[in-house]
RNA sequence: GGCGCGGUAGCCAAGUGGUAAGGCAGAGGUCUGCAAAACCUCCAUCAUCGGUUCGACUCCGAUCCGCGCCUCCA
């Protein structure tokens, strides 16, 4: 079976062919660095790192780009509200953002392209849209996209033009636009811009939002490539604007398979700061979540569906990742040194199956998920009638370890017991062996005070962390 | 108004024209000095109402409810 997607252009799940065969080329739409990205975001990009990681899975090479937006409207207000350049602004949250990153264990892109390094190649692009007459100057000095050239427009989104709204939405400063949906590629420079500007041959100004996407997508990626994902939010109107300004410059199509994930909503609402149930990553982390727990419940939602976050299910999360850990920990005992060469348990097999087969069928990470409890139920009951061997438990190891590598949810934190915990546990054990149980029970109440659990196991006393 | 998504057990969440995966929580049991962990067992008729069908939760229609997009929000 091969890796099927749900492309938004058709609207159907189709086989992935990439143009070139074994290689997929992506570009994954990346943050606006004004602030620190919130867990919606990162749904987002966890959604891409899956991706990403399946398709590395199932043997293709990738290369993903992922744009960062460092000049707009919210950057620059941004950045002068703090007095400060905008590079040094932004450098800030971009920073950040690869930290969430790493804490999250999202795999690096290729490519991290800034819109502000790549500046005159979207003004190059802009030039060949202008001298193709799809673009115009306004009065301002501003250039625009105008939609009437491009026949396609809204093939995407599945919009009809004539039904879009001229609405409350459409900012006044827009008169002058042809058309209400024309959208800016440059934008001329005014007061509120201070010294962020850049030269063109028609005047100063900034470029538009869409006109990095494509034209970073196209510097690193070509003119038409494989994959194109973002957020739902982004299908209208960025992701049509900047098939209508590619598709109308080059001539060819610009993306195959364009992905989108849904929302993330908390309490089964929107977040938003006024309702108090907005959170970044490190809101999380504070609260005493570890990236992995986020992870995970970031990741095992479907990422066509919407994702209703919350406490209770991300310490159902927790809960499931302990009981995961405690599989590789009953494992790695028994296999001891054993090389992992041997065949596979047919329950491991069976799981192997079933986890490749869902994720092809369009990251069903759920059923993937499943696979994986499914081997777990079936490799601890095999281990309670000492049913496998060290070379056995070996190869299961490894094929924890493939998993892993599409999920990246299997490797613990560390969590290496102090000093102190570790002389406890050692008294409690002297006791045990005297078969003084109070005073053994005793000890085993201070450590989990002290936020350490005991198992008492065939190879002897280990703590877990509560 | 237009386009689109969803309503499945206490919570989260897959799936399918033939009588509902998985996770968390809960109950009982095995194991254990007692626990912990693990394992076993139990726990839903799939928003509502019609229709199609031998048979629908799965297809069609209607209704109710929630949500997203409709110019720069992942």
Sequence with gaps: ???????????????????????????????????????????????????????????????????????DDKTIRSSREQGLPLKEFTKKYIEAFFADLKTLRVEPAEQYPAATDHVPEMITLIQTLLDKGVAYKSDDGSIYFSIAKFPAYG???????????????????????????????????????????????WGRGRPGWHIECSAMGMKYLGPSFDLHTGGVDNIFPHHEDEIAQSEAATGQPFVKYWMHCAHLVVDGKKMSKSLGNFFTLRDLLGKGYSGREIRYELLATHYRQSLNFTFESLDAARAALSRLDEFGDRLRLIAGGAPAGASLPAWAQQALDAFTAALDDDLNISAALAALFDMITAGNRA????????????AVLGLLQRFDGVLGVLQPEQQQADGEAQALLGQRQAARQAKNWPESDRIRDELKQRGWVIQDTPQGPKLKKL
């Design 1 to 71: 079976m091969a890796f099927c997607i749900h492309n938004t252009l058709t609207r159907a799940v189709e086989e992935l062919h990439p143009a070139e065969a074994g290689h997929v080329r992506m570009y994954t739409c990346g943050p606006t660095v004004y602030n620190f990205a919130h867990i919606g975001n990162f749904r987002a990009y966890l959604f891409e790192d899956l991706l990403r990681r399946h398709l590395k899975f199932r043997g293709f090479r990738v290369t993903q780009v992922m744009n960062l937006t460092d000049v």
């Design 155 to 201: 093939k995407l989104a599945h919009l009809d033009l004539s039904g879009l709204r001229s609405g409350a939405r459409v900012a006044q400063d827009e008169y002058e636009k042809e058309s209400a949906a024309d959208f800016a590629l440059w934008k001329a420079w005014d007061e509120q811009d201070g010294d962020v500007a850049w030269d063109a041959p």
């Design 383 to 394: 281990m309670n009638e000492q049913a496998l061997a060290a070379a056995g438990a070996a």
